[in-house]
């Protein structure tokens, strides 16, 4: 469900590489995700409606734990989907989606999830994935080594799947913010494969600024989410960095400017990861808005799991329809292409704020998926 790491950082003592760190844990309604993915887009959404998680909720130590499932998983085959090795008692991440936020990740994971029903996993924006990549973040203590440890715990116990019941492809996809940490997840799981998705940047934009979308000016106290720490202290380092190098302070941007600013962090810290090892062995890929969702199963799962069959794509083609969101009234309705409102309505202010810090990023991600596709012919 969660994690919670100590607030005195994150340290290595002999053989324990980490300690401190509390797991919570309850029992979730997995086939509410098989049933339609759509109407449980976020893992927040899968656990609201899993009945019994209240009732089941527990807490215990994660390094205690982990240890114990791996004792445990060397004794028995009980679980995992995959052939049984010692300390193998999991299904090993099938990939992990990044994104640049408002760009379709949802639509990506719904349709991974419709892929193979009973025998795919995808959780969305679960909260421990994000918090162990962010765990040496706020200035606490912490030690390389522990933390590519609690990674690899928490990726190990969300893929332990009962053999009998399910399991076979795990699929998770990060929140935005995450990607800002995928040195800290490379460097834990290098062999995983990751997607970052991303959208033209004025689409990105407004989809933040929904008055400018609705054709109205900008509230004087906005609410995007990309504003989240608009004029605060302690910036990201990276963002400190894109905002001096344009010749600007942080507190000179205008709200649109700092979106701005803040989401080129996203996109340079999946280029800038990708570039440190352009010809690793590691399936990687910068998937394009506009590609959705056909490249998924033309493309990304034939190359993570083999061949889809066609009633496979019809499946996820029928569940690309809807709503990728769908909750509430929105349940169960079809989606309708907005980009060509959204380009139209965006004011010079957004399209200024793109010229001077999305473009660059968005020019990289487009050569680099081509240079990709060329490379495996697809």
Request: net charge positive; proline share 6%; charged share 25%.
């Amino acid at each position: 469900m969660d994690i919670r790491i100590p607030k005195t950082g994150l340290l290595s003592d002999g053989d324990q590489k980490y300690s401190g760190v509390e797991a919570r844990f309850c029992h979730i309604s997995w086939q509410l995700q098989q049933q339609d993915p759509s109407k449980v887009p976020m893992f927040r959404d899968l656990q609201d409606q899993s009945t019994l998680c209240t009732s089941t909720m527990y807490s215990v130590d994660l390094w205690d734990v982990a240890r114990k499932a791996s004792d445990y998983d060397d004794r028995t085959h009980e679980f995992a989907a995959t052939t049984p090795r010692p300390g193998q008692g999991a299904v090993k991440p099938t990939a992990v989606v990044f994104h640049q936020t408002r760009c379709g990740s949802t639509l990506i994971a719904n349709v991974l999830a419709a892929f193979n029903p009973e025998k795919s996993r995808v959780y969305t924006e679960s909260p421990p994935p994000v918090a162990a990549l962010k765990a040496c973040d706020y200035d606490r203590i912490c030690d390389e080594g522990a933390q590519e440890a609690l990674i690899q715990d928490v990726f190990y116990l969300m893929g332990r799947v009962h053999e009998h019941k399910a399991g076979k492809f795990v699929f998770y996809k990060i929140q935005s913010v995450g990607v800002q940490n995928i040195n800290a997840f490379t460097r834990a799981m290098p062999d995983t494969p990751w997607i970052f998705a991303y959208r033209d940047s004025v689409e990105i934009m407004m989809s933040h600024f929904k008055n400018y979308q609705a054709g109205k000016e900008l509230d004087a106290n906005p609410q995007a989410v990309c504003l989240r720490n608009y004029k605060k202290p302690n910036q990201p380092a990276l963002l400190s960095r894109l905002v001096s190098e344009k010749g600007r302070t942080l507190e000179s941007l205008n709200p649109e400017e700092y979106c701005a600013a803040h989401l080129a962090t996203l996109a340079e810290s999946a280029v800038r990861e990708y570039q440190l090892d352009p010809h690793s062995k590691t399936k990687r890929w910068f998937l394009n808005y506009k590609d959705l969702p056909f490249k998924v199963w033309e493309q990304i799962l034939p190359a993570l799991v083999g061949p889809v069959r066609e009633s496979q794509i019809n499946h996820m083609h029928h569940i690309s329809k809807s709503y990728s969101k769908g909750r509430g009234p929105k349940a169960g309705m079809h989606f309708h292409e907005d980009s060509t409102v959204k380009q139209s309505r965006a004011p010079e202010s957004v399209k200024a704020a793109v010229s001077l810090f999305l473009d660059p990023s968005f020019q990289t991600m487009e050569k680099l998926r081509k240079h990709i596709e060329t490379r495996r012919g697809g």
